[in-house]
């Protein structure tokens, strides 16, 4: 995967270019007019949608990009200009048609939550004159294009007499064609390279419902053979996605966390489109895209995924299994290095935990909630006796850190040999410190290194010393 960090395959995006905008805020009441809710709006922002999400995508992941569209002569349509010259992109390969509105979709999110949407845009087909002018910008692009990613939102630019020319034009010399499609009928992808819907698009382009791999196989073979494709493959949200070339074969989902599926098609076709226009096979493509894909589904709105994005987050799944939560120290700065550059709250505590128990779970699920990444600091062998007697601890420090790390609200262990964790937190600098509530008027370790401290109380009751106590008890009776 990391190869492909450093490559810059030239890629042709040809497609419906639209702005995303979107109104972020807050709501808390509803309104006194009408049965809605009222929101409080904090930002405002705006992003390429469409084929410029594609496009967005590809610059993120150092692709030499190219993009064809159709475009009006308004305001939004000079609002996409000054957006894809931003982004390093020439525009001088779009074609303006008069009378023509620029699709600019708006989005209301309230509470991490989209409330509403309203489109201003024009969904009839483009004029003739549009379509030979494309194509005449295609013609002299195609001996330095790597592959033609068709990006069909539906609102006219692909035509069926444009798309099918773009596909004949690219197969004559050489050139991949991959498509995200639209609408029921596909025919005008007829002899592409690749297609990729989603299994509600498949199952009405096929006339097939998907609902198990029995159906799941007739449908994308249907789609590859009806059309004559290459490959075709089928996206399945959380299942991962399906290839159909000469066999059919499932590349699973890696996301953790999904917020927001805006522009994840976008993510999987265009990371698809860079990793086969710098010469990848499918298999390895389908997996990394999967991946893009995990990374982009985790944030709010249309997003890209970057490489080192990509690279961590692959890290992170294969380092996922208890035992690689426990960290050595170097290690563990590595960890953090990458944590910091994403923006990550950095929650740290520490204790014996000698034998776990309910408390200690309550009591670290609460400093999870402080922040996104707790980091547990346990006190090795030597330090427990030197703390608590030479009768403890009960159980070694590394089955004490494995079965912290095998706790959701952890995500890493660390073990350390001092008697105070004072040096681990200069090294670790987390954002908030957890300690007991039993710390309150007390003067907290490394209060003057982190960024802030809180206090959570125990469970009353719950105790290791009042387990073992319990234990001899129960002996001696």
């Given at each position: 995967?990391r ?71 308004d305001?939004?349509g ?36 989209q ?10 087909e ?64 007829e ?26 196989k ?41 917020y ?29 895209a ?39 120290q ?75 790390a ?72």
């Amino acid at each position: 995967m990391r190869k492909y960090a450093s490559l810059h395959p030239s890629v042709l995006v040809i497609g419906d270019l639209m702005i995303d905008h979107y109104l972020w805020g807050n709501t808390e009441r509803i309104s006194p007019e009408a049965p809605v809710p009222v929101i409080d709006v904090q930002k405002e922002s705006e992003v390429l949608g469409g084929a410029g999400n594609v496009v967005n995508n590809l610059v993120a992941l150092g692709a030499d990009v190219s993009v064809i569209s159709v475009i009006g002569k308004d305001d939004n349509g000079r609002r996409l200009i000054r957006m894809l010259k931003n982004l390093g992109v020439g525009t001088d390969t779009l074609v303006v048609e008069t009378g023509r509105k620029t699709t600019r979709k708006s989005r209301v999110i309230a509470s991490h939550q989209q409330v509403v949407r309203f489109d201003s845009e024009t969904r009839q087909e483009i004029f003739k004159e549009s379509e030979d002018r494309i194509l005449s910008l295609i013609q002299s692009r195609l001996l330095v294009t790597d592959i033609i990613l068709l990006s069909d939102y539906g609102k006219g630019v692909l035509s069926d007499r444009l798309t099918r020319h773009i596909i004949n034009m690219a197969k004559a010399s050489g050139v991949k064609v991959l498509v995200d499609p639209k609408g029921k009928d596909y025919s005008k992808y007829e002899g592409a390279t690749l297609v990729t819907p989603n299994k509600k698009e498949a199952s009405e382009a096929t006339g097939i419902l998907i609902k198990d791999e029995a159906s799941l196989k007739e449908a994308g073979f249907r789609l590859k053979n009806g059309l004559g494709l290459e490959i075709a493959m089928i996206t399945l949200s959380e299942e991962g996605m399906a290839i159909f070339d000469e066999t059919m074969r499932t590349i699973p989902t890696v996301a953790k966390e999904v917020y927001d599926v805006t522009g994840a098609g976008d993510t999987v076709l265009s990371t698809l489109g860079f990793v086969l226009g710098a010469g990848g096979e499918i298999d390895e493509a389908a997996k990394i895209a999967n991946a893009a894909a995990a990374v982009v589904v985790g944030k709010l709105g249309s997003a890209t995924a970057t490489w080192d994005e990509i690279i961590a987050y692959e890290t992170a799944m294969h380092d996922s299994t208890t035992e690689h939560r426990i960290k050595e120290q170097k290690e563990l700065v590595k960890s953090l290095k990458r944590l910091r550059r994403e923006g990550r709250r950095i929650v740290f505590t520490n204790g014996c935990f000698d034998i776990l128990h309910l408390g200690h779970v309550k009591y670290l699920e609460k400093a999870k909630s402080f922040g996104d990444v707790l980091i547990v600091g346990v006190n090795s062998d030597a330090s427990v006796k030197r703390l608590k007697g030479e009768n403890r601890p009960v159980n070694p420090e590394f089955d004490r850190a494995y079965l912290l790390a095998a706790l959701d609200a952890v995500d890493f262990v660390t073990i350390f040999d001092e008697d105070t964790p004072y040096e681990l937190i200069k090294v670790i600098e987390p954002d908030i410190l957890v300690k007991g509530g039993d710390y309150e008027g007390k003067e907290v370790v490394g209060s003057d290194i982190a960024k802030e401290v809180r206090l959570v109380d125990f469970i009353e009751g719950r105790s290791t010393s009042g387990i073992i106590e319990n234990i001899n008890k129960k002996e001696r009776a």
